[in-house]
């Protein structure tokens, strides 16, 4: 049996998979059982944004694993507290909890919100109000929290409380807001949704609201953060801060680590015993996060990042000009997004059969999400294959 007779055989469906195999990566590139090699444009769906295999991020990964892999939250460990410190000097937080993946630091902020308005003694204020077309993961809370049915499809009776607002209306988000709600979560840029930006004024007025309200505002950042748009946490862009943001992706750039940063106030909601993960922060998987993040957050690596944002906007707005099949281009920094009429995993599957991994989002929206070390003569070797397969 090779590769995928097997899996197919013994993995759940869960998943849809192109026909190959990849068996080796390197920064852009990855190889396939056959020896073909492919330029990625979606960095297992914005996760090795230093490219695969960074040198670094390996060694680091080397040295740790040959020293202490895992030793429970029951103790210290050096590598989970210099990434927590390196964290929240580079973010508006002040304290971080450690998990493996997007949903359960998703999950961490959906109890923190909620245990913070219970510890003040108002339990009746555990509403989370998010957004229709978001994304937050497939737990039954993230899920719940997401904004898109068919992940929700015959997984009732989902959890209480949560209810969804469309996106950029800030009258909905207005009248939707009372003193039952804890908190409002959502993604400055809606990723799985369609790469759609947040509009800037409403995100500043979502602020304003839970000012007000005095709600808590989640910002969901595990695909648009870590450099991915162009500063280290695309709030930045917008100047607007959360009070509880969510990480994951490519805090590790491969190796699986969620994180959840609060301020000092928000985070007082989490007392001991109030919540944990066997392997959250793991010295193994904060050994990689702290090298990821020293080199992501480099000023000058963020530059670049933003630059080749533009430069690749540009070509993909080029081609839109050459191309009425395209209904639009936008997105921030190196996570962008491309509407066509229709037959986006068609284009995709021919993306792939000339060398080239990107992504459809719902038929209708090609997504890119390359590692951020892209050069530009790799996205002009991009447009020019789908400017032909347009
Ligand atoms: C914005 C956002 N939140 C949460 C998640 C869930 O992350 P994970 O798949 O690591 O649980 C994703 C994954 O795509 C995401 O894009």
Known sequence: MDT??????????TYVRHGKAFVSGKG????????????????????????????EVTEAVRNQAGRLVHVSNLFYTQPQADLARA???????HRVFFANSGAEANEAAIKLARRYFYDKGQSNRFR??????????????????????KIKQGFSPLLDGFYHVPFNDIDALTKALDDSVCAV???PVQGEGGVIPADPEYLSRVRSLCDRTGTLLIFDEIQTGMGRCGTLFAHEIYGVTPDI??????LGNGVPIGAMLATEDAAAGFGPGSHGSTFGGTPLATAAGLKTLTLISDLRFLAQVKEKGRYFKKQLKGLQARHPRIKDVRGKGLLLGMEIDDGAGVLVENCFKKGFIVNAIQDKVIRFAPPLIVETKDIDRLVSVLDSLL
């Open 245 to 250: 943001m969510t990480l994951a992706k490519a």
């Open 87 to 93: 964290l929240v000097e580079k973010s508006f937080a």
């Open 128 to 149: 989370i109000i998010t957004m229709t077309q978001s994304f937050h993961g497939r737990t039954m809370a993230t899920l719940t929290a997401t904004g898109q049915d």
């Open 28 to 55: 852009m590139y990855l190889t396939d059982e056959e020896g073909q090699v492919y330029t990625d444009f979606l960095a297992g769906i914005a996760v090795c944004s230093l490219g695969h295999c960074h040198p």
């Open 4 to 13: 995928r007779e097997k899996t197919d055989a013994f993995v759940c469906k």
């Open 185 to 187: 979560m959502m993604e």
